[in-house]
């Protein structure tokens, strides 16, 4: 039988040469092309992840702040720092349980947003909403990443300057003065957040490219 397998210095020699300068330019030509199409929308995909998981966490702790209202008949706060590009959340004292909010659901807003006016220099408890040995917790929100506006029963951020604290608080019947939360990026990407007046709910929409 036939053998077609070539023997010998020159098929080895054939088979070690690798592949040639022409070759490689034209790889690395190739490959300089799709990175350049290809680069700008994997990074700005990985970029984009900061706003989206500043709006997610933000959601959960509005969430957690009406579910720990309903379940212990207390009040809770979550406030918006601007200027610190933080979320707060605080137990409210328990005299603070009964509250303005009357029987019929109404709200009396203050100029903060929804209760108390807040203290000037708040850092944390010491707004006065909630005692020393109350529930804490803060989340700082990604680099580059920033509360855009904050309206809270119509009282709209904008008017208190981009260091502005809007609060927002939870009632024990789940109902609060209602929320409406832009968080942006640097690059432009917006998630809205939205807390219902009524029911307490919170719901997370992204802001659409129509480009």
Not at 74 to 102: N, P, W
Request: some cysteine; charged content about 20%; aromatic content about 8%.
């Amino acid at each position: 039988m036939r053998q077609n397998k070539s023997c010998g210095p020159a098929a080895a020699a054939l088979s070690s040469r690798g592949f040639t300068l022409i070759e490689l330019a034209i790889v690395l030509v190739v490959m300089g092309i799709v990175i350049a199409f290809a680069g700008p929308r994997v990074v700005g995909g990985l970029t984009g992840q900061g706003v989206r998981t500043a709006a997610l966490q933000t959601a959960a702790m509005l969430r957690y702040a009406r579910s720990k209202a309903v379940n212990t008949g207390c009040r809770y706060h979550v406030m918006f720092d601007g200027g610190k590009r933080r979320v707060i959340f605080l137990q409210g004292s328990i005299e603070d349980t009964a509250g303005r909010q009357s029987s019929g659901g109404g709200f009396a807003a203050g100029t903060a947003g929804g209760d108390d006016p807040l203290q000037d220099g708040f850092a944390g408890a010491d707004a006065g909403a909630a005692p020393a040995e109350g529930e804490k917790r803060e989340y700082q929100l990604p680099d580059g990443v920033f509360f855009e506006n904050v309206v809270i029963a119509d009282i709209d951020s904008a008017g208190f300057g981009d260091d502005a604290v809007m609060m927002l608080t939870f009632y024990p019947s789940g109902m609060s003065p209602g929320a409406f939360v832009t968080i942006a990026d640097e690059r432009g990407r917006r998630f809205f957040i939205t807390v219902d007046t009524i029911a307490g709910g919170v719901r997370v929409d992204q802001e659409q490219d129509n480009a």
